[in-house]
């Protein structure tokens, strides 16, 4: 057997070779990696001179904004036309009035304020500060505490609203009021009743979601058949106000549960007639939504979402009962009404401006709005339309963010454009190599627009918007020395082929700060792959979701954007239609692959990953479906089975139930589970049900698979909060590194 040993003094690396295992002596994992990642927590923080947004003054001539400064959160003010700017307020002057309040007592550098509104001409800056609105007059120093901010709880998402009781609604000259009564619509005039529908019931009722037509002489509204919405149950056992537990109830319908049928009624009181829209017409509903009256008072409009996603529709039915079908959008896979979905009408719907991927990219279009004919397409290339930002009907023209214009760029990266209504004059009004977000003006003639990216700190210019885009100031240039000093270097942004062979697969790679490349780092994974948005962020964010301190520990840390996710083309998306369980992970593996080719320092023979909901999902698919390739695991708060989640994320991308969730689940493919698994869970999570972790359990404990687990008593939707951040650290460390982690008690 041969032996070989040789010593790396400046990279204080010692190879060696026995046999053909390799050991690798340097510091990874240990206490000192830990505290490192601390110090990065606090250090890589210090980005200065970067505001988050912009707020403009109501003539629009000045806008203000909040930056980070090593003194502290500072509030600045700048105009326009000379590009002037200077401080809002002094912060000592408003702390030394906000001291002077009985029981306040706050720092200059630590000013936790948010301001409401700003008044030039009154020098006043409303702001909300510890539950109370306030008033500061900026030039004397004066300070009014106000009204104590209602703090009502929060609705939760998925409560079901009660559309069987509400008040009356009165007619536009408030001469009537309309109100459902044992289940009927009704009309009062003065003190005379008249019941206009009949055939309302428990079973089949008329909702009290009432429209009365601009006009007075007409009433939209639905009539329903409820279906039983599924509950939620959590039980917490350790409730802060008292000793037993409690049991929380949540509405909650998941994947083939019923849903309520709805039909559009319009009630014509000058003809004594109710019409009712034709069930055959809008069967299978997922959703029946958005009745609108026309301003003329002879139609409304609403839109009909099918079960499946796979079809959906704009109608309008008149006062008379006829219909039409204006918008008609189908797909063999899904239709992204819940990310991609715009609809805006002009002059009083004489036209409708209308989104769609039917060309193969999210793109818009003009259609007649009486007869639903297409006029023509808005925009038009491989290329995809991410948000609009302001339709000018006088101008006829859009404002929007778009992507994946120019072959050489992040394909990704949003700028501003420009386009007329009749698909000419298309502008892309922004050069700059970097993402983009943009503030407008309240009359438009001026924008804001900040550009970075991972790699390059933002920077916020002023631009006039006419005719021409001319810059005028530039606003703040980010101050990244701080981080700098403290050892943070940019993340690399690689990008290649993924399975099709042509399309580009975009991620990043974060190193270590005392990064070395003649050494060896596992791999870790951070993933997210919901359909719904990409996920590798393009803006500048160090540190992002804490990378950079799991990186400190001795790893390399990777974040990647596979099919299946959204804002590049439609195939790109479809890849995910009716198989969640793909995330991406044929095109993940190659880029790791590709990457490590050119980058030794990258061990993919040692792979993690981890994610936190569809990210859990994905992390523990990754040892059930992809273990020749990730061997370490930790999934928190993952949907394991989609039939165990929320009906609408789940529908929207795997449609209506089949074998094909079955095929997609963890918990069924248990058996498949090689690799290092942690599981981690809170109890009171009412985003993803937490049996799904549960039951995944129970299969892994029914296969006899070793594996580890945490429910976190009280916690939420999360990736486990500090403890569990401690747990993941050590996880990782212990099973990808082989160092045992610091003993913490």
């Known amino acids: 057997m041969s032996l070989f040993c040789r010593n790396l003094v400046k990279s204080s690396m010692i190879l060696c070779l026995v046999g053909g295992f390799v050991w690798n002596a340097f510091s990874q994992g240990l206490k000192e990696d830990y505290l490192r990642a601390e110090q990065v927590k606090e250090s890589f923080s210090k980005v200065y001179n970067s505001p988050s947004s912009f707020s403009w003054t109501k003539e629009g001539g000045f806008f203000w904004y909040s930056k980070a400064t090593p003194l502290g959160n500072e509030f600045w003010k700048f105009e326009v036309n000379t590009g002037n700017k200077s401080r809002l307020f002094e912060n000592k002057v408003l702390v030394s009035a906000l001291n002077s ?86 009309l009062k005039d003065g003190e005379e009743e008249k019941q206009l529908t009949f055939d309302g019931s428990p079973g089949e009722y008329y909702a009290v979601d009432i429209k009365w037509s601009p006009d007075g002489k007409k009433i939209a509204l639905t009539k329903i058949r409820p279906a039983e919405v599924r509950k939620l149950y959590l039980l917490e056992s350790t409730p802060k106000e008292q000793l037993q537990p409690k049991l929380h109830e949540r509405d909650y319908r998941k994947p083939g549960d019923a849903l309520p049928i709805k039909i559009p009624v319009i009630v ?28 003329n008072s002879q139609s409304i409009t609403f839109e009909y979402n099918q079960r499946g996603h796979q079809e959906y529709a ?50 818009l279009y003009l259609y007649e709005g009486k007869e639903g004919r297409v006029i ?26 778009a992507s994946g214009m120019n072959s050489q760029e992040d394909p990704y990266h949003t700028h501003f ?20 977000s943009i503030s407008l003006s309240p009359d438009r003639s001026h924008f804001i627009a900040t550009y970075s990216r991972q790699d390059r700190p933002p920077v916020s210019k002023v631009y006039s918007l006419g005719k021409k885009v001319n810059e005028l100031h530039t606003v703040e240039t980010a101050d990244i020395s701080a981080i700098e000093e403290a050892g943070w270097t940019a993340p690399e942004i690689f990008h290649t082929t993924g399975r099709d062979g042509s399309t580009d697969i975009w991620g990043l790679i974060i190193k270590p700060s005392n990064f070395d490349p003649l050494k060896k780092y596992p791999v870790i994974e951070y993933i997210y792959a919901g359909p719904h948005s990409s996920h590798v962020p393009k803006f500048f964010r160090p540190n992002y979701y804490g990378l950079n301190e799991l990186a400190e520990l001795g790893f390399i840390v990777v974040q990647i954007d596979g099919m299946g996710t ?114 981690i869970v809170g109890e009171l999570d009412d985003n993803v049900d937490p049996a799904s972790t549960y039951q995944f359990a129970d299969a892994l404990i029914e296969e006899m698979k070793d594996f580890e687990f945490i429910m976190v008593p009280g916690m939420g939707h999360s990736s486990g909060g500090s403890y569990g951040e401690r747990k993941r650290r050590d996880f990782f460390v212990r099973n990808l590194l082989g160092s045992e982690p610091p003993a913490w008690n």
């Open 101 to 186: 309040f009985e029981g306040i007592e706050v720092k200059e550098d630590n000013l936790g304020i948010s301001i409401v509104e700003y008044d030039i001409d009154e020098n006043l800056v409303k702001f909300r500060f510890e539950g109370y609105e306030w008033d500061f007059i900026t030039d004397t120093g004066e300070l009014l505490k106000k009204e104590k901010i209602n703090n009502a709880t929060r609705r939760y998402w998925g409560q079901s609203t009660d559309d069987k009781d509400g008040d009356p609604v009165l007619s536009p000259d408030k001469s009537l009021s309309a109100y459902i009564k044992d289940h009927n619509l009704y």
């Open 268 to 295: 014509n009181l000058e003809m004594d007639k109710v019409h009712f829209f034709p069930l055959e017409l809008i069967p299978d509903q997922y959703s029946v939504h958005r009745l609108e009256w026309r301003e």
């Open 314 to 363: 704009v109608y309008s039915m008149y006062s008379d009962g006829s219909i039409k079908n204006l918008i008609k959008e189908e797909s063999p896979t899904f239709i992204d009404y819940s990310g991609k979905y715009y609809r805006k009408d002009l002059n009083n719907g004489s036209e409708i401006i209308w989104s769609s991927e039917r060309d193969g990219f999210r793109h």
């Open 376 to 401: 023509n397409q808005i925009t038009k290339g491989e290329w995809v339309v991410r948000e609009v930002l302001e339709v000018n009907e006088e101008t006829r023209s859009v404002l929007f963010l």
């Open 417 to 436: 454009c420009r386009i007329n209504l009749d698909g000419s004059g298309f502008e892309v009004l922004t050069k700059e190599d970097a993402n983009y």
């Open 566 to 679: 959204s804002n590049r083309s439609k195939a790109f998306h479809d890849v995910c239609y009716q198989d969640l369980k793909d995330a991406g992970f044929p095109d993940r593996k190659i880029w790791i692959t590709e990457a490590a080719k050119s980058r030794p320092y990258m061990d993919i023979d040692r792979v993690g990953i981890f994610g936190t909901s569809a990210g859990g999902q994905n992390a523990a698919g990754a040892l059930v479906f992809h273990n020749d390739f990730y061997k370490v695991a930790v999934a928190s708060c993952g949907c394991h089975d989609n039939r165990m989640d929320k009906i609408w994320w789940n529908e929207q991308w795997m449609g209506k139930i089949g074998p094909h969730y079955e095929a997609c689940s963890n918990t069924v493919n248990a058996d498949l589970l090689e690799g290092k698994l942690l599981l």
